[in-house]
């Protein structure tokens, strides 16, 4: 069986010597030895001052709207995984979507400004697959109408733009960490920001709202990353390069294999970006043969997925849906196909030829 991913698990001695650090200090929680480790360490590997770590990449989302007093309309994408708009939903604020664009799969900036009300107060919006969004525009747009800008990079870890770190774009940006993700703690998440003062708040809200017995200053949750899941990611830590540059050979073997085809279409790279290769989506001529293709796939233990789908805009529980056709045509046709560290040159050439074979 061939899913569209693959936990990377470290070699157990390494988890096995962070174990008995834990067994010797006791201390399972509340911002031990580990979490800080994994701290300084990630803001060296993200080449970032600081950033926190809290339990999951759904939380961090939370947390950056409650820490930036966000309220009333947040203008968002329609494509990204179902997390980014229910965290709107969970902070009782209203999702206003905004189509994306054909070429990069990322929010459109052409059509933010139209979208913009009195009642608008943010733009939270996600680097798709790791594609950076259009920053630059996004922020002109954001200093215009004095609007605060979350960006969602739960699939951007290490990603590059212009040469320097995706997250030091916007006011907060916000990773995911869970088992499926290019580097995992199990579950976990992380939020940056250039503002100390939104750091330090993110910190009171991700621990109750307190400091030590005494001091009870904020409402808060429990959003703290245990000494366990910490132990996880600094084994995995010291093997993400090794995991990106055989990602990044395989998602070139696909391109050699599939590029040809005028039916499979792939979002485009810019060229000022360092990519990390979280994922590999392509895009089918329609959706009857997305469905073909992945039947096929399936019949011989095959698990690509359909990510994202459905349209964000579409979902059930969302009040006013608005029509947003691009997003919606893409969110019909793309499957993320198998990616992993593990993944072998026979597996993508079988997997390839499938694909080919079934387009027949």
């Known amino acids: 069986m061939l899913n569209v991913t693959k936990t990377y698990m470290p070699p157990i001695e390494c988890y096995q010597s962070y174990l008995k650090e834990i067994w010797n200090s006791g201390q399972l929680t509340n911002h031990g030895s580990l979490e800080v480790k994994l701290k300084a360490k990630l803001a060296v590997k993200l080449e970032v001052n600081d950033l926190r770590l809290v339990s999951n990449g759904t939380l961090a989302l939370q947390l950056a709207i409650k820490a930036l007093e966000i309220q009333g309309e947040i203008i968002t994408t329609p494509f990204s995984y179902v997390a980014t708009t229910t965290s709107i939903l969970w902070e009782n604020c209203t999702p206003v979507f905004v189509d994306i664009e054909e070429d990069y799969f990322c929010i459109n900036p052409d059509y933010i400004e139209q979208a913009i009300t009195d009642r608008t107060s943010a733009i939270l919006v996600t680097h798709v697959y790791g594609y950076p969004c259009d920053v ?144 590999y989506p392509i895009v089918l001529s329609c959706e009857q ?31 006013q849906q608005k029509n947003c056709p691009i997003s919606e045509s893409i969110s019909s046709r793309v499957l993320a196909l198998p990616l992993s560290h593990e993944l072998s040159e026979k597996e993508i050439i079988f997997v390839s030829k499938l694909i080919l074979e079934a387009m027949n």
């Open 136 to 279: 630059e525009r996004i922020q002109k747009i954001a200093d215009k109408y004095n609007l605060k800008i979350i960006y969602d990079a739960a699939h951007a870890f290490g990603v590059k733009y212009k040469g320097k770190s995706i997250l030091e774009y916007g006011d907060v940006s916000t990773l995911s960490f869970h088992a499926t993700k290019l580097f995992h703690t199990g579950e976990g998440g992380a939020i940056f920001s250039k503002n100390e003062n939104v750091l330090k708040k993110i910190s009171l809200l991700k621990s109750f709202g307190h400091i030590g017995e005494d001091n009870y200053i904020s409402i808060g949750i429990n959003a703290k990353m245990s000494e366990l899941h910490a132990a996880m990611g600094l084994c995995v830590l010291d093997k993400v390069d090794e995991l990106i540059l055989h990602r990044k050979k395989c998602s070139e073997l696909y391109d050699s294999l599939l590029a040809s085809h005028s039916s499979i279409t792939r979002p485009v790279i810019k060229s000022e970006v360092d990519y990390n290769y979280a994922y």
């Open 289 to 319: 043969q997305m469905l073909s293709i992945r039947s096929a796939l399936n019949l011989n233990g095959i698990y690509p997925r359909r990510y994202f789908y459905p349209s964000l805009n579409k979902l059930p529980y969302i009040i």
